[in-house]
């Protein structure tokens, strides 16, 4: 028995001095030891300004972190670098029981001397990583904000700036003028041409205000519809613009009252703008209907710089516009709100020009779903020597209203689809805001749903606010 625990003892004496190896020179203090004290102090660090600056990022969105939370995170992370510290120099003494009793002048010296080169570059990696990390997750956090904070700032800019001249509220007198023409009431003077200017995408579309034309034509009136490239610059299509009214005016000698649809608003107006020296005794005034003249969310959303995924969706929108539709790319950017603030503000219009301006809002009931709009017509191959045309279809009208839903969920606001109602009241214009619900397309194409006989046309709708407009005029001339 003797025997057999003096054995045992033996083995246990040997498995504790086992394990005091191993706790003293060992595996346990390798784990510690092997890790430099300067990247456990770094990530130490880092790890506290990281938390710090997002609880304060978003704690309250609206609010940059304070200089006093920067500082007290600081802190908070030079107390945690100390208590790193003294843990690892209690470890690193306890790992080396020789050193501690015989080698001490050797420990002073390379305490003396690596020390105080530790103690000298620790602080300025500390400082660097501090800074970059900070920074790269301060650019980050800018970006999300960015990208949700989205157009909520510059959706109705126009009626915030005091530079800008009122607007006056004419929807009562364009629904009784739109009334008496459904009754057979024409009121446009044959004394002057009348030019339609078409927006965005124009040229993919061959009914693009053909039925107003129509109309027009058969009254007896001279109507235009200008052949431009909609997919160009504002600038290149408003000297498009000047060249059409000065010729018109040379070869008629009869002044041209202009009404542009989206884009084509912001074109004519541009046009008047730049050249109002040379055309305005040409011009009688400008209609715009439904057109972005303080700028378009949907662009903005786009193509704005600092958001998440800028860089890509510019390339899809450049090679949609530039390879698909041959268009200039410019012609998108020209309608976000940061060009059109900066264009607005170099060439107002002219405060003489009678101005008309006509915005709607799409309605996103469930049946707008099943809408289909007519666009434009296919010729079939010639059957038996006849030739056949058939319409082309598309949903437009649940394309709009779901855009619509979107900007009134995300934004509070109501729009056409793609315009906010506030962005397309021009200052100092006659503003007109009719009840019935219409979409961005519902004034370029005709609808293959009839609407109901008591509704007006489109091509109403542009007689009414071109009649609204040389009231309008008539009344500036004798003011």
């Given at each position: 028995?003797?025997?057999?625990?003096?054995?045992?003892?033996?083995?246990?004496?040997?498995?504790?001095?086992?394990?005091?190896?191993?706790?003293?020179?060992?595996?346990?203090?390798?784990?510690?030891?092997?890790?430099?004290?300067?990247?456990?102090?770094?990530?130490?660090?880092?790890?506290?300004?990281?938390?710090s600056y997002f609880t304060s990022c978003f704690s309250d969105f609206s609010e940059e972190p304070s200089t006093s939370d920067v500082r007290d995170s600081e802190a908070h992370a030079q107390d945690f670098v100390s208590l790193l510290s003294g843990q690892r120099?209690?470890?690193?003494?306890?790992?080396?029981?020789?050193?501690?009793?015989?080698?001490?002048?050797?420990?002073?010296?390379?305490?003396?001397?690596?020390?105080?080169?530790?103690?000298?570059?620790?602080?300025?990696?500390?400082?660097?990583?501090?800074?970059?990390?900070?920074?790269?997750?301060?650019?980050?956090?800018?970006?999300?904000?960015?990208?949700?904070?989205?157009?909520?700032?510059?959706?109705?800019?126009?009626?915030?700036?005091?530079?800008?001249?009122?607007?006056?509220?004419?929807?009562?007198?364009?629904?009784?003028?739109?009334?008496?023409?459904?009754?057979?009431?024409?009121?446009?003077?044959?004394?002057?041409?009348?030019?339609?200017?078409?927006?965005?995408?124009?040229?993919?579309?061959?009914?693009?205000?053909?039925?107003?034309?129509?109309?027009?034509?058969?009254?007896?009136?001279?109507?235009?519809?200008?052949?431009?490239?909609?997919?160009?610059?504002?600038?290149?299509?408003?000297?498009?613009?000047?060249?059409?009214?000065?010729?018109?005016?040379?070869?008629?000698?009869?002044?041209?009252?202009?009404?542009?649809?989206?884009?084509?608003?912001?074109?004519?107006?541009?046009?008047?703008?730049?050249?109002?020296?040379?055309?305005?005794?040409?011009?009688?005034?400008?209609?715009?209907?439904?057109?972005?003249?303080?700028?378009?969310?949907?662009?903005?959303?786009?193509?704005?710089?600092?958001?998440?995924?800028?860089?890509?969706?510019?390339?899809?929108?450049?090679?949609?516009?530039?390879?698909?539709?041959?268009?200039?790319?410019?012609?998108?950017?020209?309608?976000?709100?940061?060009?059109?603030?900066?264009?607005?503000?170099?060439?107002?219009?002219?405060?003489?020009?009678?101005?008309?301006?006509?915005?709607?809002?799409?309605?996103?009931?469930?049946?707008?779903?099943?809408?289909?709009?007519?666009?434009?017509?296919?010729?079939?191959?010639?059957?038996?020597?006849?030739?056949?045309?058939?319409?082309?279809?598309?949903?437009?009208?649940?394309?709009?209203?779901?855009?619509?839903?979107?900007?009134?969920?995300?934004?509070?606001?109501?729009?056409?689809?793609?315009?906010?109602?506030?962005?397309?009241?021009?200052?100092?214009?006659?503003?007109?805001?009719?009840?019935?619900?219409?979409?961005?397309?519902?004034?370029?194409?005709?609808?293959?749903?009839?609407?109901?006989?008591?509704?007006?046309?489109?091509?109403?709708?542009?007689?009414?606010?071109?009649?609204?407009?040389?009231?309008?005029?008539?009344?500036?001339?004798?003011?």
């Amino acid at each position: 028995m003797q025997t057999g625990n003096s054995s045992s003892g033996e083995s246990s004496s040997a498995f504790v001095a086992q394990n005091d190896t191993l706790r003293d020179d060992g595996i346990i203090p390798q784990l510690f030891t092997s890790v430099p004290l300067p990247s456990l102090n770094d990530a130490a660090s880092y790890l506290a300004q990281t938390t710090s600056y997002f609880t304060s990022c978003f704690s309250d969105f609206s609010e940059e972190p304070s200089t006093s939370d920067v500082r007290d995170s600081e802190a908070h992370a030079q107390d945690f670098v100390s208590l790193l510290s003294g843990q690892r120099g209690s470890l690193a003494s306890s790992s080396d029981p020789a050193s501690s009793s015989g080698n001490h002048s050797t420990s002073a010296e390379s305490s003396s001397t690596g020390g105080s080169s530790q103690t000298s570059n620790t602080p300025v990696d500390l400082n660097s990583s501090r800074q970059n990390g900070v920074s790269l997750f301060q650019g980050l956090v800018n970006r999300v904000r960015k990208t949700f904070r989205g157009s909520a700032d510059d959706i109705g800019w126009l009626q915030h700036d005091p530079e800008m001249p009122p607007v006056e509220d004419g929807t009562e007198r364009f629904t009784e003028i739109l009334d008496e023409i459904r009754h057979g009431v024409h009121r446009l003077p044959n004394s002057i041409v009348y030019l339609l200017v078409p927006g965005l995408f124009s040229n993919h579309g061959a009914l693009y205000f053909v039925n107003a034309k129509m109309s027009f034509s058969k009254m007896g009136l001279t109507c235009h519809i200008a052949k431009i490239h909609s997919e160009a610059s504002v600038e290149k299509n408003a000297r498009e613009i000047k060249e059409y009214i000065e010729e018109i005016y040379w070869g008629s000698n009869k002044r041209v009252l202009l009404l542009g649809h989206s884009k084509g608003g912001v074109d004519a107006a541009a046009a008047l703008s730049l050249y109002w020296s040379d055309l305005k005794d040409k011009v009688a005034g400008l209609a715009l209907a439904q057109s972005p003249y303080g700028g378009s969310p949907i662009a903005s959303d786009l193509l704005r710089e600092g958001q998440l995924g800028d860089v890509n969706i510019r390339k899809l929108m450049e090679i949609i516009f530039c390879k698909v539709l041959k268009g200039d790319f410019q012609s998108l950017e020209d309608l976000t709100y940061e060009k059109r603030r900066e264009f607005l503000k170099k060439n107002p219009l002219p405060r003489e020009l009678p101005v008309v301006s006509l915005h709607t809002e799409a309605a996103i009931t469930p049946h707008v779903l099943t809408t289909l709009n007519h666009v434009a017509h296919a010729e079939l191959l010639p059957l038996a020597g006849q030739s056949a045309k058939v319409p082309v279809v598309v949903p437009l009208g649940a394309a709009m209203a779901a855009c619509a839903q979107l900007l009134l969920l995300r934004y509070g606001e109501k729009s056409d689809g793609l315009v906010a109602c506030r962005d397309a009241e021009v200052p100092g214009s006659v503003v007109v805001r009719p009840k019935r619900k219409l979409d961005h397309t519902w004034m370029v194409y005709t609808s293959l749903l009839k609407d109901e006989p008591s509704e007006s046309d489109a091509s109403q709708v542009c007689e009414a606010l071109l009649a609204l407009l040389v009231e309008v005029g008539q009344k500036k001339k004798l003011e």
